[in-house]
């Protein structure tokens, strides 16, 4: 969980849950953000949060549909194995040891104003994990995604226990079906990128 903060307009995109198209608009906002990948990195998707509070679940349920989507996907951070702030760095230390050069795609619920709650957002760079409850950890992703699940600025352990698990479920579902979609794209553009190299060589 972390808060909000202000990022260059080009650098992010915002979208509502309720919004009809929303679907669609983060899928392809995620692939865009995906073509930044070079040639020989793996996608490792680190969804942080904890199934203990219902505003900070939203990590932990976007792994674990994620998962049941794409099984063969790595991904860390699951309502079975949450990835939270006591074992960030764990699984972070673990993700470097398995992988040379990780592309780390970091998923985290967020804090914001009241006119934000329900906007999922695709930002280029690091997040900073637990910033809303004043915790100092590791900054993770080459890009990430949020989702402004309560208002922050005050209370935010109470907050947290008292979010509305059906808008963090909506916007989990459509994270982890975005994530999804683009990672199938993504790698079908890569088939076919080396299948075309492959016929220019010949």
């Not at 849950?17 to 906002?29: M, T």
């Not at 760079?125 to 004043?134: R, V």
């Amino acid at each position: 969980m972390y808060r909000a903060e202000q990022t260059a307009m080009q650098d992010r995109f915002s979208c509502h849950f309720e919004d009809p198209l929303c679907f669609n608009k983060i899928e392809k906002a995620i692939h865009a953000k995906m073509r930044d990948v070079e040639s020989g990195r793996d996608l490792v998707f680190l969804c942080i949060g904890t199934d203990r509070a219902t505003g900070d679940c939203l990590g932990p349920l976007v792994g674990s549909r994620l998962k049941s989507l794409t099984p063969s996907a790595a991904i860390y951070g699951t309502l079975e194995t949450p990835v939270h702030a006591t074992n960030l760095q764990e699984a972070l230390d673990e993700i470097y040891t398995i992988y040379t050069q990780p592309f780390i795609i970091a998923v985290d619920a967020c804090l914001g104003n009241a006119d934000r709650i329900g906007y999922i957002n695709v930002r280029r760079g690091s997040l900073k994990p637990g910033t809303a409850l004043n915790k100092t950890l590791p900054e993770v992703g080459d890009f990430h995604i949020s989702a402004v699940v309560n208002v922050g600025g005050f209370f935010e352990h109470m907050v947290l226990q008292n979010t509305r698990l059906f808008i963090v479920y909506k916007m989990a579902d459509i994270i982890a079906k975005g994530l999804y979609l683009a990672r199938v794209k993504f790698i079908s553009g890569q088939v076919k990128e080396n299948i075309e190299a492959e016929m220019g060589r010949s």
